[in-house]
């Protein structure tokens, strides 16, 4: 009977261990870094999952999380999370460059100019994100229109 407890013990305190395994955010964040580089954008939005849970006040984690939506067509959740780093952070560089995007292939390009519009005010010397979409929606012109 002795042994049992004992046993019973050790085999709560193993489920409990297992039960309560914390989440490293960071570790998360730059996994679902990789798995965007990589094009894997099923396996970004499984562990993105999991880091805006963690970490729900982060813009940064709802723009890639929102990339990842819209890379597999997933545009309304795309808006969504979007819309939800730019609420946290209204200046969020990259979610407004992605959504910019966004709007693009969507064909809303009053909207998608009204992005590069506050990117220009955010970047009055140029930045990455203001490059990108004026080379995005530039593309996209041409292939479209």
């Not at 013990?9 to 998360?28: D, F, H, Q, R, Y």
């Not at 970490?55 to 939506?69: I, L, T």
């Not at 460059?97 to 010397?125: H, M, T, W």
């Amino acid at each position: 009977m002795k042994y049992l407890i004992i046993i019973l013990i050790i085999l709560s305190t193993a489920i409990e261990a297992a039960g309560s395994k914390k989440v490293n955010p960071t570790e998360l964040y730059e996994k679902a870094e990789k798995y965007l580089y990589i094009g894997d954008y099923n396996e970004a939005l499984k562990v993105l999952k999991k880091y805006v849970r963690a970490e729900k006040k982060d813009p940064d984690g709802w723009s890639m999380y929102a990339f990842a939506h819209r890379k597999l067509e997933k545009y309304k959740q795309a808006d969504r999370y979007y819309k939800k780093a730019l609420q946290l952070d209204p200046n969020h560089k990259q979610a407004l460059e992605y959504q910019g995007e966004l709007f693009v292939e969507l064909g809303d390009i009053d909207s998608a100019e009204q992005n590069l519009s506050l990117l220009k005010e955010l970047c009055p010397n140029g930045c990455d994100e203001l490059d990108m979409l004026e080379k995005y929606m530039d593309k996209t012109a041409k292939k479209t229109w």
